[in-house]
């Protein structure tokens, strides 16, 4: 009986331990590893082979499957926030036989890991807080990007170009308000060199950007090959590694042509060639004028010795038989043909190299007005030549602003006028042609600017008198005076000798007199005149000086005077012989 009290009691002792006692402890079941990364692969061991389990994440069910063979499962960490994980292990499904903590690393991931600066690179960030705030990501331990803000899962994602910076190993590092930078592992980006070309194809000539990045920091001696030649050198790039300069295509035939670049540090087999294409191009020397101005133009990339090169402008032929250089260089010197206003194009072809195939260069003609002769005087006939405006449009011509000449251009852009220069004015005068289309030009005419000589005083001189008495009708004469510009005459009459102010005036009188009319007539005084000449061209001549013409031989007080005595006179006459009748004695024999 005691036996069997003994056995009962084992029996329930075993049973109590397989309940109470942890079956990790049972069963000895382990996981490896207990922190990492997300993603990562984790393995539990000691596991009874062939039963079922499921692995629960946080109490979440997260895998079901069979022990394999070995007593050992496996599953991959989910992506979740950074930290600690409760991880527990049914085996068989109901029977909690392992129950363990897996610690959530924070880290970043990059793409690519290597390029030049300007790449863009993608980060994303994993194992971060709950919904953490105020992530940042750095690039050498610089704030590239901010205010990146985690999900619930701590993860998050950003992108920024890679920043100008020298070849070699850069480090991107990330932390957040509760990551901090050292519990996440740098991620190394590699910088490697490019250089780059602008254009990639021209004349001979050509201006070529080079700019290259990804160099190293300071890196000097840096130069600038073209097919195997310098053409740049003693470049120094920045502390970023960045450089750039410029340089002109040389004398080089048609086709392709290495350019290369290579420093003290950065060898031309680190950089890929770049090729330039030489095309056959022409240039033109001033771009702009007028017609039969004088024009250099030239061709460059034409083959080599090239033979039987002609020129066109506008498609017609303006210079033939041009050879080329050993570098395919040519030039000629010529005159801008009749066209009209605005671009042109000038192109060439030779016994190799087609028209199609040349880079035209462009002329613009610009509208001119030349005039015959440049100065003279007024009714001068003149010969206005306009070259260079719009073929078939209307134009006029205006001189100092008034029309004088109309038309339509000609096929060739040009015309020409005559007419007779108008008076009025001296000195330099604008001539302008304008054509329907605004095409304008203008020149200018030197109108003769001497003054015609100063006319004489003839008659009343200085000092006359004339007129009995007052509103005498004074006739004014003096010398004519000749002029190529005509001449015209001014005079002035004032009781002041100074002249300040005028009892009358007349201009453009054409004859070297002037009679006052009845009008004008002055009343006896003193009076003060002066004439002057004037051309057609408004030049004018010094006043005469003054004369001072007296009118009226008798003043009024005079004719009183007179006319009293006269009165007197007359009543003498009648008195007296009354007064001497009354006088005379009686005779005796009265």
Known sequence: MRKKVLAIVALLTVALSLILIPAGAVHAASMSPAMGVSGLEVTITGLTAGNSYKITWDGDAYKLGVVDTGGSVFFVVPESYGGQHVVSVESPTGTVIFSGNYIIVPYIAIDPNSGASGTTINVAGHGFGVSEKNIAATYDGTVIISGIAADATGYWSTSFPAPPSGKGTHTIDASGDI???????????????????????????????????GFASAEGGIKVLYSGKEVRSGITAEVSGSWSTSFSVPPSTRGSHIVDALGNTTAATDIPDMIFTVAPAVSVNPVSGAVEDDIKISGSGFANNETTIEVTFDGKSLERNILADDNGNWSVNTTVPASGSGPHNITASGRVTPAADVTPAIFTTQAVLTIVPRNGNVNDELRVTGSGFNAGKDFSVSFDNNPVASGSVNESGSFQVIFKAPGGKSGSLNITATDTKGTTASTTFAMETTPPEVPQIASPRDGATVGFMGDTKIAFKWSDVSDPSGVSYDIEVSDQSNFIKSLLSHDKLTDAKYTLTEAEALPNGEYYWRVRAVDGAGNASEWTPAAMVKVGFVTTGTLVFIGVGIVVLLILIAVLPRIFKQRKPKSDWD
């Open 179 to 213: 990551t901090k930078g050292s519990d996440v592992a740098d991620k190394n980006f590699s910088v490697t060199a490019v250089v780059t070309m602008d254009p990639v194809a021209g004349g001979v000539g050509t201006l070529v950007t080079i700019t290259a990045t």
